[in-house]
């Protein structure tokens, strides 16, 4: 079963310090992962897309990093900001040939930066 | 333009209301997608729209009623809801169906069924 499972559930860090969040997936077969940040009632924005040859990818303060012989991806976040509080997704998507949509959402970390 | 624009941003209805969700995107991407998000959870995908054609129903019920008009809108008409499908309706959109490719969410309308 293709599956997205994302750790910690919840995190609480204080403002300025680091993080590192785990995403582990069964997708099969694999074609991309992405990392979205989700502020509350709002749509998920894009933070990293990586294919399976891609180790790791940066965007400002967030780094990303995949192993797809291990199945495993994680998004660190540096020097975090209070704005950084939000749920951070992952997300797999398939190579079904012809299939379409076939993106598999993880449940998300919540993330709370605190002063 | 590199945003995916949906209208309202809120949406309290009646049951016995019917109500239209607008999405709009004008990166020129074929590929349109409704979901659905219940607090808490990731989102479902409801319908995809590729080259203005539905290409994808996830057995969504028939109170929900998708339209394409053209290349750069996608319409999600509402009727006869349930107070269960409140819920944030995300709109997306992607260059093509080719999963390499990035999907750019909007920022969604929360809908409120009373």
């Known amino acids: 079963k293709n599956q997205v499972e994302q750790s910690p559930q919840s995190l609480i860090i204080l403002e300025g310090k680091n993080c590192t969040l785990q995403?582990?997936?069964?997708?099969?077969?694999?074609?991309?992962l992405r990392w979205y940040k989700q502020d509350t009632g709002r749509g998920p924005v894009s933070l990293t897309i990586?294919?399976?040859?891609?180790n790791t990818k940066s965007n400002g303060r967030y780094t990303a990093t995949l192993d797809a012989d291990t199945k495993q991806s994680s998004l660190h976040i540096t020097a975090s900001q209070l704005s950084d509080s939000a749920s951070y997704i992952c997300?797999?998507?398939?190579?079904?040939?012809?299939?379409?949509?076939?993106?598999?959402f993880g449940k998300g970390t919540k993330l709370s930066v605190k002063p | 333009d590199t945003e995916v624009t949906q209208t309202p941003k809120h949406l309290v209805m009646g049951m016995t209301n019917k109500k239209s969700l607008k999405c709009e995107q004008h990166?020129?991407?074929?590929?349109m997608y409704w979901y659905k998000q219940k607090a808490k959870k990731p989102p479902e995908l409801m319908f995809v729209?590729?080259?203005?054609?539905?290409?994808i129903n996830e057995s969504v019920p028939s109170r929900f009623s998708p339209e394409c008009p053209n290349s750069s809108l996608l319409n999600l008409h509402l009727h006869a809801l349930q107070p269960e499908d409140s819920a944030l309706y995300l709109c997306a959109s992607s260059e093509g169906l080719d999963r390499v490719y990035g999907y750019t969410f909007g920022s969604g309308t929360r809908l409120t069924v009373v």
């Open positions: 995403c582990n997936y069964t997708v099969s077969p694999f074609s991309n």
């Open positions: 990166m020129g991407h074929r590929a």
């Open positions: 990586m294919t399976f040859s891609e």
């Open positions: 729209y590729s080259y203005e054609k539905l290409s």
């Open positions: 997300v797999v998507s398939g190579n079904y040939g012809g299939s379409q949509g076939n993106l598999i």
